[in-house]
């Protein structure tokens, strides 16, 4: 059996297992205490992990549940059984995927915690560099959320020798995009794309095409920000039917917001305008405030530069209008009053103001504990 027919294989195990466990048009919330009491042993250990990767894009609470679930069933592995390394090792793993479904829920203290406990863990069992290394990839997103990009790239290096020394590339390519990720977070794009070069060369289509399609997305997004929008646009036509096969929706908006950025860099005003609307509102339709904020704050940046000073004044309502409905951080609104008041003013320094707009919210976006 391919690699590929292992993973669907693993998949619908967990899926058979979960559908049993959840009978009777329950839901994963429904679990009874003596359901909960019931998961016990190797095999739903590897099914509830399973299940919480595979729902990781599409149901963060999932993942999250899966995740509490698989470190209850660890914590209750029989070390007279399977051996007390062996048992310390399962530990170490369901701890550090429940604190990184943690991560993706923004509980970054309970995300901390749980690593803790995953390091402790892992320092008791096997010292299997293969756990290792998935321990410390998990804490690499950890440490990324919390901006600390050396430690992480520092980390990821470590990870990328120990598999590339045992012969395994696709996870080898894998730590170096995510090196990339944290390059491209410390603001140094060249590194970026070196870096996602190298990983694209060893990662494997076959085991992973949704990575493949996300370093592309990524490597796109570092020339378009270098400046290099002829090669960003030949590489986007070159892979758009790949990014429709292996993105959501939420991806091909965000392409096509990518897109608009890079019509507007080849001063392409007309199509950038109506990449950006689109954007924008497809944002907004699906819940998705904070891109839908700074896609329309790209659109603003390019009237400011057609001295459309009267529209950017109307967006900068809307956007304030929205933010105060949803009570989102005072401060926020306040920067969009500042880009109002410019707006009337005359329109000096707009797209210093419409820079500075931006980078708060990316911030807000970053820190959900800031937003409220």
């Known amino acids: 059996m391919t690699n590929g027919g292992l993973v669907a294989a693993g998949r619908q195990q967990a899926v058979a297992f979960l559908t049993e466990l959840l009978s009777g048009g329950r839901s994963w919330r429904d679990l009874s205490a003596s359901d909960i009491a019931t998961l016990q042993g190797l095999p739903k250990l590897r099914a509830l992990l399973d299940a919480g990767h595979f729902l990781r894009h599409h149901d963060p609470q999932a993942t999250l549940r899966f995740g509490q679930l698989a470190r209850y069933v660890a914590d209750r592995l029989d070390p007279k059984e399977l051996g007390r390394a062996a048992v310390a090792d399962l530990r170490a793993l369901a701890w550090a995927e429940l604190a990184n479904a943690y991560r993706i829920c923004d509980e970054l203290p309970s995300a901390s915690r749980a690593m803790n406990r995953a390091i402790h863990w892992a320092y008791r069992g096997s010292r299997s560099e293969l756990l290792l290394a998935r321990v410390a990839d998990l804490l690499v997103s950890l440490l990324a959320n919390q901006r600390r990009f050396q430690e992480g790239r520092g980390l990821l290096n470590l990870v990328f020798q120990l598999h590339g020394r045992e012969g395994r590339q696709h996870l080898a390519g894998r730590a170096l995009v995510s090196a990339a990720h944290l390059a491209a977070a410390e603001g140094v794009p060249g590194d970026a794309i070196l870096l996602l070069r190298r990983g694209l060369a060893l990662l494997d289509p076959d085991l992973d095409p949704q990575l493949i399609a996300q370093t592309l997305r990524n490597m796109i997004a570092m020339l378009a920000e270098l400046g290099r929008f002829r090669t960003a646009r030949r590489l986007l036509w070159r892979c758009r039917m790949l990014f429709v096969e292996h993105g959501n929706a939420i991806d091909l908006l965000r392409l096509r917001w990518l897109e608009g950025r890079i019509y507007a860099g080849l001063s392409d005003s007309s199509k ?101």
């Not at 940046?301 to 529209?311: D, T, V």
């Not at 969009?336 to 008041?341: K, T």
């Not at 000096?348 to 820079?355: A, C, H, N, S, T």
């Open 272 to 372: 950038a305008e109506a990449a950006f609307k689109e954007t924008r509102a497809g944002f907004a339709e699906r819940g998705q405030v904070y891109p839908a904020a700074l896609a329309g704050l790209d659109l603003a940046a390019l009237w400011a530069r057609q001295g459309r000073f009267n529209e950017i004044h109307s967006l900068a309502q809307e956007m304030v209008a929205t933010f105060r409905a949803l009570r989102i951080a005072r401060e926020a609104i306040v920067t969009l009053l500042i880009l109002q008041r410019a707006c009337l003013s005359g329109g000096g320094q707009l797209l210093e103001i419409i820079d500075m707009v931006v980078t708060f919210l990316k911030d807000l976006e970053r820190q959900p504990a800031k937003r409220a």
